[in-house]
């Protein structure tokens, strides 16, 4: 008799972190849901759709928690584990100036210097800011980090 194997169902979410042309600021958002983010500030995103690109849900979901549409999106990094895969996307530009909250979860822009940034932060995002900034000085184009369970 053949083994089955369990089909693992991949969560595809995308997060987007928003830059002023100088890059000294970041744009941040308050989260609310899932329960395991309450409270605590990440980049703005949330879940591909079927049908949908990574790419595409990241300027879908901009727009639907920020208010502004971004077509400029750099794709810098893909986190994945078992049952998950999160791209990450990194811009820049003077929309920065137009953002406004579109949901229950405040949007708000901070500066990008480690001490100013807020303390209840999800626990990858300061690397996550620091790798999206490091991008252009190191010529990099994308990294895949895959998350190893113990």
């Given at each position: 008799?053949?083994?089955?194997?369990?089909?693992?169902?991949?969560?595809?979410?995308?997060?987007?972190?928003?830059?002023?042309?100088?890059?000294?600021?970041?744009?941040?958002?308050?989260?609310?849901?899932?329960?395991?983010?309450?409270?605590?500030?990440?980049?703005?995103?949330?879940?591909?759709?079927?049908?949908?690109?990574?790419?595409?849900?990241?300027v879908?979901?901009?727009?639907?928690?920020?208010g502004?549409?971004?077509?400029?999106?750099?794709?810098?990094?893909?986190?994945?584990?078992e049952g998950?895969?999160?791209?990450?996307?990194?811009?820049?530009?003077?929309?920065?100036?137009?953002?406004?909250?579109?949901?229950?979860?405040?949007v708000?822009?901070?500066?990008?210097d480690?001490?100013?940034?807020?303390?209840?932060?999800?626990?990858?995002?300061?690397?996550?800011?620091?790798?999206?900034?490091?991008?252009?000085s190191?010529?990099?184009?994308?990294?895949?980090?895959?998350?190893i369970?113990?």
């Amino acid at each position: 008799m053949a083994k089955q194997t369990k089909k693992i169902e991949i969560r595809e979410g995308v997060v987007g972190f928003l830059f002023s042309p100088s890059k000294n600021r970041v744009a941040l958002i308050l989260k609310n849901k899932p329960k395991w983010q309450d409270g605590k500030y990440n980049g703005i995103g949330g879940k591909v759709e079927k049908g949908e690109t990574a790419y595409q849900a990241m300027v879908r979901e901009f727009e639907e928690e920020a208010g502004v549409k971004i077509k400029d999106w750099k794709q810098y990094a893909v986190l994945q584990g078992e049952g998950f895969k999160v791209t990450f996307f990194w811009a820049a530009g003077l929309q920065i100036h137009k953002l406004k909250t579109m949901t229950s979860e405040q949007v708000e822009v901070f500066p990008t210097d480690e001490d100013k940034l807020p303390a209840n932060l999800m626990t990858n995002v300061r690397w996550l800011i620091e790798m999206a900034l490091s991008m252009l000085s190191e010529r990099c184009q994308s990294f895949v980090i895959t998350e190893i369970a113990a």
